[in-house]
């Protein structure tokens, strides 16, 4: 009886996994990993890849994509001096207001701002976009499959399309999109950006940056979370030994 | 007051106008306890400290949200990056709910394995199902806030699955929704329910706490005890079995905390809550997973919906299958007549109960695919297999099956074991610790 029912079990289940892997394999590639600076236990962001990650997101993404969660106060918290970072904010115009006259009025962004949006309404993005809406990119990398990979894969998967297979009009052939068919032109070419630390911008070194950003954008938190991490781990094991070890000994006199 | 049991007098004098310190005595020092528990018997005491965890937790973020359609996400946001401390606030208590569920699940399976449902006990175990059941409703209730789009969707599925009622269906899902789609009075309303559900539970987790104090915890070999021999206090002997118990749950907890925060999640929840764009796939956290399977097997071509299908639709069957896999639980006293409690006298009962564990695996798996061949016809097979488990194989368990000679006591098989440590000596696999 025993081995029947085991066996049954193990036939189950393998009929489960087996089904289960032969549904993943759709005409959508699985994004291949990658080593990122800030994946392991100890991982941290990679201060020059978020710079320049930073400088692909402002000279080519922020044409089209927000980033509305982070404030340019942010930008301090991955290396650049205050001077910097007001620099930066200062090159972009925020409207503001209504002042004394009841009129809004436009000036440059401060600190305390929040990234200023390509589009001022979902509307205007689309008409800007061939009808198709540049999400917000601030929690891309936790809000897709796959995270960074995902992005990275998508950012680097652009193909020709095979022979059979119809693109609509004004759309690109990504091995990586859900259905292949993705609104976004490429957006990386060669050497599209100049790096100020003379890295070669390469799509592949550009699209490791820009991801490696995002993922500070949608995690700005990771390093602190690690580091805590580790000492409360360390913490609990001690203090757990040392629990074992009071059980022991309160239990001995029953043994 | 000299003849106080306790010597420090402001405690005799307090003592002796509320009995604070008396039942503290009683309930916790004294409270004699099986000696022969084993560390599944851990998983009560832990729940009800996630349960603390969780109501302080939420406290805290309920500071910091808001409950409306156009903050609501952005709150949350504003929480994970701006609020002091913030993100592990949160995390711990999103991740809370997975373990308080996992904590949960393993507590009452623990109660399946080693009878512990049966006379006296049974008043004990159909508190514990209501627990569940609020927790469920709880955790329903708390996944919309953050107006993800899984919140949304989530909410819209569940909420609909009202309306399979005859008659009254649609008016009862406009009631919960305070409207003609889930929208802002939902939240609101959600939200406010979510804050008043754990204090429920708090006071059923005291009746349930009560009812076990009654007859005392069942035990690993699910005999009564009969001699003081057999018990030992619950203080210390408990208490610091349990606060061990509790920094290996802490150490696996905050690893997920700490290093893999998004882990039971769906990413589709870091997407704000969009009505005019439905998620490819719309799945409930992985606590609900087996439910959800029961819940669409019944499809109009289901073998198992036809014996059913001239009284109601399939939508109905498969709302009032999943309230039945958990309502079922309840008269399980009664559907189990064995005489013995636990499963290690029971060789048969043994091996049904982990198929029955697989079988809510299955489920489990079933529920996180999509509707469709293979999938639908093994999760309908595995909802047939669930009910027959404890409408048929229970019931007939109890005639036919030739239970293993219990022990005369819980000290005979720790005295003749000669020493050792009592359980450990002769464990089998479930009871390893």
Known sequence: MRKYLISVAVVVSVAVVTSSTVMAAGDVVKPPKQEWSFSGLFGTFDRGSLQRGFQVYDEVCSACHSVRLLAYRNLMDIGFTEEQVKKIAAAKEVTDGPNDEGEMFQRPARLSDRFV????????????????????LTLMTKARVGGAHYLHALLTGYKEAPKGKKLAEGMSYNLYFAGNQIAMPPPLSEGGVEYADKTKATVDQMSRDVTTFLAWAAEPELEWRKRLGVKVILFLLILTGMLYGVKRKVWADLH | ??????????????????????????????????????????????????????????????????????????????????????????????????????????????????????SPREILWILGVVILLTMMATAFLGYVLPWGQMSFWGATVITNLFSAIPIVGDSIVTLLWGGFSVDNPTLNRFFSLH?????????????????????????????????????????????????FGLGVFLILF????????????????????????????????????????????????????????????????????????????????????????????????????????????????????????????????????????????????????????????????????????????????????
């Open chain 1, 117 to 136: 949006k390509p589009f001022p309404n979902k509307q205007a993005a689309r008409a800007g976009n061939n009808g198709a809406f540049p999400p917000d």
């Open chain 2, 254 to 433: 905050f690893g997920f905390v700490f290093f893999a925060p998004n882990f039971f999640g769906e990413p589709d929840n870091y997407i704000e809550a969009n009505p005019l764009v439905t998620p490819p796939h719309i799945v409930p956290e992985w606590y609900f997973l087996p439910f959800y399977a029961i819940l669409r097997s019944f499809t109009a071509d289901a073998v198992i919906y036809l014996p059913i299908s001239w009284l109601m639709s399939a939508k109905l069957a498969g709302v009032l299958a999943m309230f039945a896999s958990i309502m079922v639980l309840f008269i399980l006293p009664w559907l189990d007549h064995s005489p013995v409690r636990s499963a290690r006298f029971r060789p048969l009962y043994k091996q049904f109960f982990w198929l029955l564990i697989i079988d809510c695996i299955i489920l489990g798996i079933c529920g996180a695919k999509p509707a469709g061949a293979p999938w639908t016809y093994i999760a309908q097979a595995a909802t047939a297999y669930y009910f027959l488990h404890f409408i048929v194989i229970i019931p007939l368990l109890g005639f036919f099956e030739k239970t293993k000679p219990l022990p005369t006591s819980i000290s005979e098989p720790v005295l003749k074991g000669g020493g050792g440590s009592s359980s450990a000596a002769n464990a089998k696999p479930m009871e390893e610790a």
């Open chain 2, 1 to 118: 007051m000299s003849d106080s049991k306790f010597k420090n007098p402001i405690v005799a004098w307090i003592d002796y106008r509320l009995p604070v310190f008396s039942f503290m005595e009683h309930e916790l020092h004294e409270y004699p306890t099986p000696k022969n528990l084993n560390y599944w018997w851990n998983f009560g005491s832990l729940a009800g400290i996630i349960l603390v965890i969780m109501i302080v937790t939420g406290i805290v973020l309920a500071m910091h949200y808001t409950a409306h359609t156009a903050f609501a996400f952005d709150s949350v946001e504003r929480i994970m990056r701006d609020v002091n401390y913030g993100w592990l606030i949160r995390y711990i208590h999103m991740n809370g709910a997975s373990a308080f569920f996992i904590v949960v699940y393993i507590h009452i399976f623990r109660g399946m394995y080693f009878g512990s449902y049966k």
């Open chain 2, 195 to 243: 804050y008043l559900m754990p204090f429920v539970l708090v006071g059923i987790v005291v009746l349930h706490i009560v009812a076990l104090h009654q007859h005392g915890s069942n035990n690993p070999i699910g005999i009564d005890t009969k001699s003081p021999q057999d018990t030992i206090p619950f203080h210390p002997y408990y208490t610091v079995k349990d606060m």
